[in-house]
């Protein structure tokens, strides 16, 4: 108690003290156990009573002074300070030292104070969220705490809010009284706001949402909206109040209660008034898509969307899209959200298809459809149907333009990232002290051996085997007539090819290549497309008054001859022959025919402008984003249009930078060129089409232009991003093969046969030197990538990391020397050949089958989690002839994706820390410090590339993530580095490479620096575990190693 003293003694001199010989008492003693017994009315006791009051006084008073500086100051220089300053708060049972001591935290928290970030964290880490729970929920059951006592709680707890992952999850036993306390403070101008922005953060989580609206908050918000906060039109009260609720209105129950309230009369009112309230101000921009937003969750509602019908929301949105003059982003995004809306009032308008399934059907095994119709797993494997998906994570706050989607609550696609759920028992319903444990599914030693010691050999001689290494083979023949070779007798598709793509048989390399800018987008076209998609235009692009009403109420439209181009759906039917092609004159020509092709039907509008509709994964009628195709009959002096008009996500990376790339064979022929960023006016918009007849669940448009560099005689591909075929890897692996230097050891396996009788490579690599690192101690490094075929970037990295492993450069020969790595490359391959985007034969997501792959159904995640079932449970307690154990392996794995929503490259990990499941924090409650060597590898990723961006990285573990390989990695092999390396379809936002787009080259250099990177983390945790430095030892006679490991 007398450090108490001693800090309040310090705070107060420090705010009586001259501006001009004011010191922070840097030395202040600090007990970090402070006790304090609020029972007994000491001389001291009274004396924190009489100091604090002071000091809050002499806060208030002197806003801008020294003063309240160095007071500020003092509390940030050590976090024991801020920790005797919270217990004041949570042990005296006096009302009156609590409020000035709520009143002394929320001043070190303020929105504009210099030190708000330093005493943030402090509080964080007192876990001052659950403190402040505590403390609301006792002076509310004795109504003993002022009114301004309980407002500077809730202020504090608002900045809490927006930086505390935990918040939900330790301020849930104080949800009861929020409602009181809402009612309560409705009237206080100073108390409104941060409640409210308390139950904003809360509601981030459904089912703390769902558990709001049952004890009343809904209801109440809207009667203070009413009869408070509207009295004062467009004030900031408005705004959050609308942003709370809207966060409630993510779940149903609570938009059932909105709809019977009819909120939506309200809000249509306001935006009714728009033309006096609305101006350039971010607030009232706010406003407007707060209430778009929720109105987009009643209209989910049937009676909620009579009641707008009713109430002349139509109009009323036609009107404000009209008067809406600013044409910015926050502009379009408000144009977009109005036609979302109206888009749910219309009858449907389907896609020119016959049938929304795939026509590349597949014939899959009979117990694939036995699980389907038992229910005993969930078909749902896209980000358009599980948004949660382990390449989606949190979205970064700097890229808030490119992360403000449409919230749609029926089909259930992309909610806002910064709106995820949150961290631990908030989201479950579990407790700290819950019993619930993971149980992981253990295959028993004997049958591990008998399925994979044949991948083993390398060490089979040293574990009381034979193992053999394969000769070294010569390479016969070009490049271009291997590939050939292995296409045809190694690749067969679901359906026969027409031909071989031109540019994946000449193995493109872009190093030499200039530097792609990021595309500018053209806000006048975007807005345009928007106001012709809303309004129904005509083609002349005439506007009529009426057009709006009969564009929602009309429920036939007039047939309308389309004029088809290409339609693989006649293609591959027998019975149709070449009928799929419709080609006259000077249409273009389309062929997606190739393996990795994609592209379903092409039809052409007027001036050179044609609609293409992109096939849906095998066994599907869904994920759409690859696509790859090939054109010619263009002209060089004319400008095509193209509208990709069945895309499904909400946003994408083509509204911010990113280009199609294009590969021309004239170009290639006369000056060297390969693939290359096109396209002008790039704009991704929601579009008119439905995905189903449940009215609102639009499609969305790719458009771009392209002016081609020649006529006739030419031939153009066109892909999402650089295509990545199986035959190159194929012809890759065997070049590699044929090119291996005497020191290492390179043996490729085929890791299981596909459904589809393809091999899934497996490949080892490590080191013959008889001067390396004995086996048994190397550690295993198991990485993979291609589980989702359309993410062709990681591929790429995973090249670079074969090139480097396989390099005769002295570093290479220390990663050989150091570890043993263990490769699948392609783990999608039947999804690859086929031209997919997220699946393969099954139409499942194989990264959501990582908790209980079937053997059968997902042969290449069952044998790829068997290979580390068998490092985890067989090398690590193998019986040697001295007793000699294999330390913890496999030592690091990683999964490499492709992210279509942010830029750069960055890692997700896992931290127990930061797990849904609190079973989870014991090991990081274990192992403090293997918990920030988890967290290292990012750090050392940071300083060798300057395209990989550290902020991005996250390690939380979400439940909706518990069958992705880095999680079920994590937890039933307790490999402590599990990660999923992300690559953007983009470009980069920051450091060297910011502005450009990239390319091979830099996602081959990745793949060189993660592996590089190896080397200094495995130092770091041998350094740890043994005390001993001993890959340093052998580190240091390699002069400039560290230069070697840095890409810039």
Same mark, same amino acid.
Request: glycine share 4%.
């Given at each position: 108690?007398?450090?108490?003293?001693?800090?309040?003694?310090?705070?107060?001199?420090?705010?009586?003290?001259?501006?001009?010989?004011?010191?922070?008492?840097?030395?202040?003693?600090?007990?970090?156990?402070?006790?304090?017994?609020?029972?007994?009315?000491?001389?001291?006791?009274?004396?924190?009573?009489?100091?604090?009051?002071?000091?809050?006084?002499?806060?208030?008073?002197?806003?801008?002074?020294?003063?309240?500086?160095?007071?500020?100051?003092?509390?940030?220089?050590?976090?024991?300070?801020?920790?005797?300053?919270?217990?004041?708060?949570?042990?005296?049972?006096?009302?009156?030292?609590t409020t000035h001591e709520l009143f002394i935290l929320r001043d070190g928290v303020a929105a504009k104070t210099l030190w708000r970030s330093q005493n943030l964290s402090h509080l964080i880490a007192l876990n001052a969220t659950e403190v402040l729970a505590r403390r609301l929920v006792h002076f509310h059951q004795d109504e003993s705490l002022s009114e301004s006592g309980v407002i500077s709680a809730f202020w504090i707890l608002s900045?809490?809010?927006?930086?505390?992952?935990?918040?939900?999850?330790?301020?849930?036993?104080?949800?009861?009284?929020?409602?009181?306390?809402?009612?309560?403070?409705?009237?206080?101008?100073?108390?409104?706001?941060?409640?409210?922005?308390?139950?904003?953060?809360?509601?981030?989580?459904?089912?703390?949402?769902?558990?709001?609206?049952?004890?009343?908050?809904?209801?109440?918000?809207?009667?203070?909206?009413?009869?408070?906060?509207?009295?004062?039109?467009?004030?900031?009260?408005?705004?959050?109040?609308?942003?709370?609720?809207?966060?409630?209105?993510?779940?149903?129950?609570?938009?059932?209660?909105? *709809?019977?309230?009819?909120?939506?009369?309200?809000?249509?009112?306001?935006?009714?008034?728009?033309?006096?309230?609305?101006?350039?101000?971010?607030?009232?921009?706010?406003?407007?898509?707060?209430?778009?937003?929720?109105?987009?969750?009643?209209?989910?509602?049937?009676?909620?969307?009579?009641?707008?019908?009713?109430?002349?929301?139509?109009?009323?949105?036609?009107?404000?899209?009209?008067?809406?003059?600013?044409?910015?982003?926050?502009?379009?995004?408000?144009?977009?959200?109005?036609?979302?809306?109206?888009?749910?009032?219309?009858?449907?308008?389907?896609?020119?298809?016959?049938?929304?399934?795939?026509?590349?059907?597949?014939?899959?095994?009979?117990?694939?459809?036995?699980?389907?119709?038992?229910?005993?797993?969930?078909?749902?494997?896209?980000?358009?149907?599980?948004?949660?998906?382990?390449?989606?994570?949190?979205?970064?706050?700097?890229?808030?333009?490119?992360?403000?989607?449409e919230y749609e609550y029926e089909d259930g696609e992309d909610e806002e990232d910064a709106f995820a759920e949150e961290m631990p028992g908030a989201l479950t319903g579990l407790s700290k002290t819950s019993s619930k444990v993971f149980k992981a599914q253990k295959r028993s030693d004997d049958e591990l051996r008998a399925s994979y010691d044949k991948f083993f050999i390398e060490l089979q001689s040293l574990m009381g085997g034979n193992?053999?290494?394969?000769?070294?083979?010569?390479?016969?023949?070009?490049?271009?007539?291997?590939?050939?070779?292995?296409?045809?007798?190694?690749?067969?598709?679901?359906?026969?090819?027409?031909?071989?793509?031109?540019?994946?048989?000449?193995?493109?390399?872009?190093?030499?290549?200039?530097?792609?800018?990021?595309?500018?987008?053209?806000?006048?076209?975007?807005?345009?497309?928007?106001?012709?998609?809303?309004?129904?235009?005509?083609?002349?692009?005439?506007?009529?008054?009426?057009?709006?009403?009969?564009?929602?109420?009309?429920?036939?439209?007039?047939?309308?001859?389309?004029? *088809?181009?290409?339609?693989?759906?006649?293609?591959?039917?027998?019975?149709?022959?070449?009928?799929?092609?419709?080609?006259?004159?000077?249409?273009?020509?389309?062929?997606?025919?190739?393996?990795?092709?994609?592209?379903?039907?092409?039809?052409?509008?007027?001036?050179?402008?044609?609609?293409?509709?992109?096939?849906?994964?095998?066994?599907?009628?869904?994920?759409?984003?690859?696509?790859?195709?090939?054109?010619?009959?263009?002209?060089?002096?004319?400008?095509?249009?193209?509208?990709?008009?069945?895309?499904?996500?909400?946003?994408?990376?083509?509204?911010?930078?990113?280009?199609?790339?294009?590969?021309?064979?004239?170009?290639?022929?006369?000056?060297?060129?390969?693939?290359?960023?096109?396209?002008?006016?790039?704009?991704?918009?929601?579009?008119?089409?439905?995905?189903?007849?449940?009215?609102?669940?639009?499609?969305?448009?790719?458009?771009?232009?392209?002016?081609?560099?020649?006529?006739?005689?030419?031939?153009?591909?066109?892909?999402?991003?650089?295509?990545?075929?199986?035959?190159?890897?194929?012809?890759?692996?065997?070049?590699?093969?044929?090119?291996?230097?005497?020191?290492?050891?390179?043996?490729?396996?085929?890791?299981?046969?596909?459904?589809?009788?393809?091999? *899934?490579?497996?490949?080892?690599?490590?080191?013959?030197?008889?001067?390396?690192?004995?086996?048994?101690?190397?550690?295993?490094?198991?990485?993979?990538?291609?589980?989702?075929?359309?993410?062709?970037?990681?591929?790429?990295?995973?090249?670079?990391?074969?090139?480097?492993?396989?390099?005769?450069?002295?570093?290479?020969?220390?990663?050989?020397?150091?570890?043993?790595?263990?490769?699948?490359?392609?783990?999608?391959?039947?999804?690859?050949?086929?031209?997919?985007?997220?699946?393969?034969?099954?139409?499942?997501?194989?990264?959501?089958?990582?908790?209980?792959?079937?053997?059968?159904?997902?042969?290449?995640?069952?044998?790829?989690?068997?290979?580390?079932?068998?490092?985890?449970?067989?090398?690590?307690?193998?019986?040697?002839?001295?007793?000699?154990?294999?330390?913890?392996?496999?030592?690091?794995?990683?999964?490499?994706?492709?992210?279509?929503?942010?830029?750069?490259?960055?890692?997700?990990?896992?931290?127990?820390?930061?797990?849904?499941?609190?079973?989870?924090s014991d090991r990081s409650t274990n192992s403090s410090h293997t918990e920030n060597q988890n967290k290292m590898l990012a750090d050392l990723l940071h300083n060798r590339f300057q395209g990989f961006e550290r902020k991005s990285c996250r390690y939380a573990i979400e439940k909706s993530r518990e069958s992705t390989a880095r999680v079920v990695v994590w937890r039933e092999f307790k490999v402590q580095h599990s990660y999923t390396l992300?690559?953007?379809?983009?470009?980069?936002?920051?450091?060297?490479?910011?502005?450009?787009?990239?390319?091979?080259?830099?996602?081959?250099?990745?793949?060189?620096?993660?592996?590089?990177?190896?080397?200094?983390?495995?130092?770091?945790?041998?350094?740890?575990?043994?005390?001993?430095?001993?890959?340093?030892?052998?580190?240091?006679?390699?002069?400039?190693?560290?230069?070697?490991?840095?890409?810039?």
């Open positions: 108690m007398e450090d108490q003293v001693d800090l309040l003694e310090a705070l107060w001199l420090e705010a009586n003290s001259d501006d001009e010989e004011q010191e922070t008492i840097h030395g202040l003693p600090c007990n970090e156990n402070l006790q304090l017994d609020p029972m007994s009315e000491t001389e001291q006791t009274m004396s924190i009573r009489r100091m604090t009051a002071q000091i809050s006084l002499k806060l208030l008073q002197e806003r801008d002074s020294g003063a309240r500086s160095a007071i500020l100051l003092t509390m940030a220089a050590n976090i024991n300070h801020v920790k005797n300053l919270l217990q004041i708060c949570e042990l005296s049972k006096d009302p009156k030292t900045a809490l809010a927006t930086k505390d992952s935990k918040f939900s999850w330790q301020f849930g036993g104080a949800l009861k009284i929020i409602n009181p306390l809402l009612k309560r403070l409705a009237c206080k101008s100073l108390g409104l706001y941060p409640i409210l922005q308390v139950v904003k953060a809360l509601a981030r989580n459904t089912d703390v949402a769902q558990s709001l609206g049952g004890q009343g908050v809904v209801q109440t918000i809207v009667v203070v909206f009413r009869q408070v906060i509207l009295k004062k039109k467009f004030c900031p009260k408005i705004k959050v109040a609308l942003e709370a609720l809207f966060m409630l209105a993510k779940c149903k129950y609570n938009v059932n209660l909105l *709809v019977a309230e009819n909120l939506s009369r309200d809000l249509l009112e306001i935006l009714q008034s728009h033309k006096a309230n609305l101006c350039q101000k971010r607030q009232t921009f706010k406003i407007s898509g707060s209430i778009l937003n929720i109105l987009l969750h009643i209209i989910s509602n049937n009676q909620g969307k009579a009641n707008f019908l009713r109430d002349n929301g139509t109009e009323i949105l036609k009107s404000f899209c009209q008067d809406l003059t600013i044409k910015d982003r926050r502009g379009d995004r408000l144009l977009s959200r109005s036609w979302t809306i109206l888009s749910k009032c219309r009858t449907p308008k389907l896609l020119p298809i016959a049938d929304d399934f795939s026509p590349m059907q597949f014939d899959a095994p009979e117990v694939h459809w036995k699980k389907r119709s038992s229910g005993c797993y969930s078909s749902a494997t896209s980000r358009e149907t599980t948004p949660d998906t382990d390449d989606d994570e949190v979205a970064d706050d700097e890229y808030e333009d490119e992360y403000e989607y193992g053999t290494e394969e000769s070294t083979p010569s390479l016969s023949s070009s490049v271009t007539e291997l590939y050939d070779q292995l296409h045809t007798e190694r690749v067969c598709g679901l359906y026969l090819f027409e031909d071989i793509a031109l540019p994946d048989r000449l193995f493109l390399n872009d190093a030499s290549g200039p530097e792609e800018f990021l595309h500018q987008k053209n806000c006048n076209i975007y807005r345009e497309k928007l106001l012709k998609v809303l309004y129904n235009e005509c083609k002349d692009n005439s506007r009529s008054s009426t057009n709006l009403n009969s564009f929602i109420h009309d429920n036939d439209e007039p047939s309308v001859d389309l004029d *088809v181009v290409y339609d693989l759906d006649q293609l591959l039917d027998p019975s149709h022959s070449n009928v799929g092609f419709h080609s006259r004159g000077d249409s273009l020509q389309f062929e997606s025919r190739f393996e990795s092709g994609n592209l379903r039907k092409v039809i052409r509008l007027v001036h050179q402008e044609y609609n293409l509709i992109l096939t849906p994964d095998v066994n599907t009628a869904k994920h759409h984003q690859w696509f790859y195709f090939s054109v010619k009959n263009m002209r060089s002096d004319q400008i095509y249009t193209f509208n990709i008009i069945n895309y499904e996500k909400t946003n994408s990376q083509f509204n911010f930078g990113m280009q199609p790339v294009m590969f021309s064979q004239l170009e290639y022929e006369q000056r060297g060129l390969g693939w290359t960023r096109v396209g002008q006016d790039v704009i991704y918009y929601k579009n008119e089409f439905s995905k189903s007849m449940a009215a609102g669940s639009n499609y969305m448009t790719a458009s771009f232009k392209i002016q081609f560099p020649h006529s006739t005689g030419d031939v153009c591909y066109l892909a999402y991003h650089f295509p990545y075929t199986y035959t190159r890897l194929l012809t890759h692996l065997e070049v590699l093969q044929c090119s291996k230097s005497q020191d290492t050891y390179l043996r490729i396996d085929s890791l299981n046969k596909t459904l589809n009788n393809h091999d *899934v490579p497996l490949i080892t690599i490590t080191s013959n030197n008889d001067n390396a690192r004995p086996l048994l101690e190397r550690k295993l490094v198991v990485l993979t990538s291609r589980v989702h075929p359309g993410e062709t970037n990681a591929s790429f990295m995973m090249e670079g990391v074969l090139d480097q492993l396989v390099s005769d450069s002295q570093l290479a020969s220390v990663l050989r020397s150091n570890f043993i790595f263990k490769l699948v490359p392609m783990l999608n391959v039947e999804g690859v050949i086929n031209g997919c985007h997220r699946c393969g034969l099954t139409g499942d997501d194989l990264n959501r089958q990582w908790d209980k792959p079937h053997p059968i159904l997902h042969p290449s995640v069952y044998h790829a989690k068997g290979i580390l079932a068998y490092c985890h449970q067989i090398l690590k307690t193998s019986h040697l002839p001295d007793k000699k154990q294999q330390a913890d392996q496999p030592f690091l794995f990683c999964d490499f994706h492709g992210h279509s929503r942010k830029k750069s490259i960055f890692l997700y990990g896992c931290s127990g820390d930061e797990s849904w499941l609190p079973s989870d992300e690559s953007t379809f983009c470009g980069f936002s920051k450091h060297e490479y910011k502005g450009q787009q990239i390319k091979p080259s830099h996602l081959s250099s990745m793949g060189k620096c993660f592996v590089n990177a190896l080397l200094e983390l495995a130092e770091e945790q041998e350094s740890t575990s043994v005390g001993e430095r001993k890959l340093q030892k052998i580190i240091v006679t390699i002069p400039d190693l560290a230069s070697q490991s840095r890409i810039i």
